[in-house]
């Protein structure tokens, strides 16, 4: 297939998403490029037609290549590749990039804010706040506020945002453990670093744990019945990766046992996390939703991707920066 991607002055960029100002944000670079923005399905199907260039992520479904005959490159606005025919795409010479790595500090960040929260018991003086409660001192030691000096976190999955995250858990003095697929690749900041595979082994160690790792057949319930079992009764865990990674029911039924002592969690197995949902009445659970990455600074993120990806593809070069396709 001839691959043939039109240049600043004929190409047509296509901004598909249901809340993020994108268009606002490129046209503030003053390129002169043709840009279309929509929030929805509907209108999507419509413009798709006429895109050479789609900026996407939740909005994209693959019968829509039915329709892209001008379709040239995808870049992604989520790090997650999960809702792409990856063979389709190939087949029909459109490449695609990921935005991994785009938001790896805004998620590292906001993994030690919930870590700081869960320590600090800020939902519950949050809580009480609402219902206009003044706290009094408490004699039992165990439901005291925490100092996180000295206290472990185990970091499941030390790319680029559980690199991050183990260097801002440093700062606060606590001791690192990571894993990763590949132990030899590095410890990315971390003190030790196990395989994947190894989780079991390092959980009874930790009064964190943290995922921050992608969505694969080898993290898909990973934290299940056997992983609970194996954390401590002190222990929280924090979900900043994908809702998937975590046996929800099993989780819920831990909390409610008291086998460990809380959660944090950006995302859920589905999304939005139902209305009946136990975890929401769980006062040792704090919830966002799936807000991590998202931040004053993302919209341009992106686009510093998608340029940089635009102009390796003018320049003929085959390496895409965050390349899938």
Known sequence: MTWVLPGPEEIRILFAHAAYQMQERFRARGTGMTSVEVRDRTALEHEIGNADVLVISGLWHNTLLERAGRLRFIQSISAGMD????????????RLASAAGANARAVAQHAMAL???????????????????WRGMIGDRTRREDELDGKVMVIVGLGRIGGSLAQLAKAFEMRVIGTRRDPTAGANGADAVFATSQLGEILG??????????????????????????????????????????????????????????????????EPLATDSALWAMQNVLITPHTAGETRAYEDNILDLMMENLGR?????????????
């Open 83 to 94: 809702q792409y025919a990856k063979d389709a795409l190939e087949a029909r010479g459109v």
């Open 115 to 133: 870590v700081l929260a869960l320590a600090r018991r800020l939902p519950e003086a949050r809580d009480n706040q609402a219902k206009k409660f």
């Open 313 to 325: 593809l003018w320049r003929g070069e085959r390496e895409l920066k965050n390349q899938v396709v």
């Open 205 to 270: 160690e930790a009064d964190f744990v943290v995922l921050t790792c992608p969505l694969t057949p080898e993290t898909n319930g990973l934290i299940g019945v056997e992983a609970l079992r194996r954390m401590r009764r002190a222990s929280y865990l924090v979900n900043v990766a994908r809702g998937a990674c975590v046996n929800e029911a099993a989780l819920t039924a831990a909390l409610a046992e008291g086998r460990i002592a809380g959660a944090a969690l950006d995302c859920a197995q589905e």
